[in-house]
């Protein structure tokens, strides 16, 4: 007779017993919010890149930012899948790192950089400078003069002093684009987008800045003007507006034609793509964003007669957002006198300056157990008692939640480690990948040392 199964170790959990309730209760860990591999094992425990997070905070410390490689890549090759004939440029203002650098060029992503830090990395990560697209609103001659000794692909344009700076340095031919407002507002309300003609970024169609420009440019004969640009604002969820900004810039194009004789072979719609970070939150549509982009295209291109230009996409937050989670130790639980609950946690505005800046929403869970009895609305409160230093508001944790429990922040794989500081000497945190039940260190934890190391008084 075969031996008898072992038995069980560890109490057995209500789903384990009845097995149907799994398929009736809705996942614990929202797959459109978390990353793809995120799970919880017989203990409760929040597992991502089959590594429970409980041992990345044992072994790092908190807070620290963790990143799934394999979510990162699946992102990034589905943007390639989807948009096929859509060049995509990986927008490294979200997340780089000399590793996330070769993730993307290993998945076939170009790199667009803002800074002579981020270039530094790109290049460092392997990523060919042809692959590159540099661009920023205020870039000094220096970092121009970096850009083009290296040999950076493309240079958007976004003022007229870049236009006389970079004539001045460029030895050679060098392609560049225009960025433009096609003044479409994305959001209902002007204040948020920067696709629209009262943000400082790039020249307005209207008023005939952007004309002006191209004149500029298409008069010193070392620029090769190739192209134009615009960026239509953050957290964009409707693709008819990527189409719109499509329409009027074909128009523009069509425009430069008629006055230069000069027919532009590039149309980059930059990024923006909106993900969710709470249940229901709206999401950007790959498939709808490719229909969208190829009628659009058709309609433009077949009306002004112009023959159809490549067309570059730029997310940033859409591949690296859902990969990254952040991991707190919680230090206190204080129940107000009006019966609200605040939980503090050792990180805060300087890890995640989102919350105070864009009055941005998270979604939290208890990551090193499971919870007992009820769920209650709490706010998970920072370190810095700064204004606006919280980490998430009125989200629901078990009510027995207490000091020592680990949370983790979902969605914060872009715009968090990219935007730490120093806010009340504190360290930046670590960035640590997952991947296959591996661990690896990818930027270590800011040490008092390093930051004392800037300091020459």
């Known amino acids: 007779m075969p ?37 919880s094992d017989e203990d409760g425990r929040l597992c991502v890149g089959g590594v ?52 993307a060029r290993e998945e076939g992503l170009g790199i667009g950089v803002c800074s002579p830090g981020e270039l530094a990395v790109a290049l460092a990560g392997g990523v060919d400078p042809s692959r590159m697209i540099m661009h920023g609103n205020a870039t000094s001659p220096d970092e121009l003069r970096d850009a083009v000794a290296v040999g950076v692909g493309r240079l958007v344009l976004d003022s007229s002093l870049d236009i006389a700076y970079l004539a001045g340095l460029a030895r050679r031919r060098q392609r560049v684009l225009v960025r433009v407002t096609p003044d479409v507002d994305v959001h209902g309300h002007r204040e948020v987008a920067t696709g629209v003609s009262d943000r400082p970024g790039g020249f307005t169609l209207t008023g005939g800045h952007a004309a002006e420009a191209v004149k500029a440019v298409l008069a010193h004969p070392v620029l090769d003007l190739i192209g134009l640009h615009c960026h239509l604002g953050p957290q964009v969820s409707d693709p008819a507006r990527y189409g719109e900004a499509i329409r009027r810039l074909i128009a523009a194009m069509a425009d430069i034609r008629a006055h230069h004789g000069v027919i532009l072979t590039e149309l980059n719609i930059g990024g923006g793509h909106a993900v969710p970070y709470l249940r229901g939150d709206p999401e950007l549509e790959l498939a709808e964003l490719a229909g969208g982009i190829e009628d659009a295209l058709d309609e433009a291109c077949a009306a002004e007669h112009f023959p159809r230009p490549a067309v570059i996409v730029e997310p940033g937050r859409a591949i690296s957002a859902r990969a990254g989670v952040t991991l707190y130790r919680v230090c206190s639980v204080k129940t107000r006198p009006n019966g609200h609950t605040v939980v503090a ?31 209650r609305s709490v706010t998970v409160a920072g370190r810095q008692c700064g204004t606006g230093d919280g980490i998430a508001r009125n989200v629901a944790l078990p009510s027995d939640i207490h000091a020592g429990d680990l949370l983790a922040v979902a969605g914060t794989g872009s715009y968090h480690h990219s935007m730490a500081s120093n806010y009340t000497m504190v360290g930046r945190p670590p960035l640590v990948a997952v991947d296959g039940g591996r661990v690896r260190q990818l930027v270590r934890r800011e040490t008092v040392a390093d930051m004392m190391s800037r300091d020459c008084g």
């Open 345 to 375: 946690v050792d990180g805060g505005m300087s890890d995640n300056p989102r919350v105070a800046l864009d009055g941005a929403h998270y979604t939290v869970a208890l990551a090193n157990r499971h919870g007992l009895g009820v769920k």
């Open 52 to 103: 429970p997070l409980t041992d990345i905070a044992d072994e790092f410390g908190t807070p620290a930012y963790v990143i799934d490689e394999s979510d990162f890549r699946r992102r990034a090759r589905r943007y390639r899948a989807v948009l096929r004939d859509v060049e995509v440029i990986y927008a490294g203002k979200s997340l780089l790192t000399t590793a996330v650098a070769r993730w």
């Open 3 to 39: 031996a008898p199964a072992p038995a069980h170790r560890g109490a057995m959990t209500l789903l384990n017993l009845l097995p149907s309730i799994g398929h009736a209760a809705p996942r614990r860990f929202d797959p459109a919010i978390w990353p793809t591999t995120a799970s």
